[in-house]
C-alpha cells in the first residue's frame, strides 16, 4: 500500500511550493492519487512557508499532514525548527545545509544533511537548490521517476522553464548523487545534539 506524505518548508522564494507541485504532479502521472496543499501567509516575508503532498494508491481523506510525515525537507533553520518533530519514527528528514547550521535533536529519524544551494551553483544558479533536495528526495523515496518529474517541471513553469530545464536537470541529478553516496549511513538513525536551549 502506497499512502506517502511529504512536507516541503522553506523561506518564500525557495521553491517550496513549486517542489510539492512537480511531487504531486509526477505522483499523477503515475495513476497516484495526490493531493497538494500550500501554505501562504506572512511567513512568505522571512519565516517558514511550506506545503503538504500526499501519494496514494488509495482515495485521500485528508491533505493535512500533522505528526506523521513520511519526509520532510527544509530548506531553513525556522522550518527545521518547526516541522522536524512532524516526520514519523523511521521516517527521513532531509536538512539543506547550505542554509542550515544547526543539527537535528532527533535520534528516531534518518536525517541527510544536503549542501543543495553549493551543489546547485555547481550547476549553474543557487536558485535550482530546491531541484537538488527534490533529487535528493527521489533517490531515497523512489516512489516517482525523474523522468516524470522533469516532465512535471514543463507543465509547473510552462514555456518560460525551458530555458532553466538543463540547469534543473543537472541539480536534480546532483541531488540523486549526493543522496546515493549518503544512503548507507541512513540505515540506521543518526544520533545529532543541539544545545538544550535550541534543542527541539
Known amino acids: 500500500m502506497v499512502n506517502e506524505k511529504i512536507l516541503c518548508a522553506g523561506f518564500g522564494g525557495q521553491g517550496v511550493m513549486s ?36 501519494i496514494s494508491d488509495m482515495p485521500i481523506g485528508s491533505p493535512v499532514i500533522a ?29 539543506n545545509s547550505s542554509m542550515v547550521r ?26 535550482s537548490a530546491n531541484m537538488v533536495m527534490l ?11 525523474q523522468e516524470n518529474i522533469l516532465t512535471a517541471f514543463s507543465k509547473v513553469f510552462g514555456k518560460k522553464g525551458d530555458m532553466f530545464l538543463a540547469e534543473n536537470t543537472e541539480a536534480l541529478k546532483a541531488g540523486k548523487e549526493f543522496a546515493a553516496t ?13 544545545p538544550a536551549s535550541q534543542a527541539l
Open 102 to 127: 544547526e543539527k537535528c535533536g532527533r535520534t528516531d529519524v534518518h536525517t541527510c544533511y544536503i549542501p543543495a544551494d553549493d551543489l546547485a551553483a555547481e550547476c549553474g544558479s543557487r536558485r
Open 182 to 194: 549518503a544512503v548507507s549511513s541512513l540505515y540506521e538513525p543518526i544520533s545529532c545534539s543541539l
Open 67 to 95: 505528526d506523521d510525515a513520511d519526509c520532510a525537507v527544509v530548506m531553513n533553520l525556522p522550518s527545521l525548527q518547526k516541522f522536524a518533530s512532524a516526520v514519523k519514527p523511521g521516517g527521513h528528514l532531509l536538512v
Open 19 to 54: 517542489m510539492g507541485q512537480m511531487l504531486a504532479y509526477a505522483g499523477m502521472l503515475e495513476n497516484y492519487h495526490v493531493s497538494w496543499m500550500p501554505s501562504y501567509g506572512p511567513e512568505m516575508r522571512g519565516g517558514t512557508a511550506y506545503c503538504c503532498v500526499v
Open 135 to 145: 533529487g535528493a528526495y527521489l533517490e531515497l523515496s523512489r516512489r516517482v521517476s
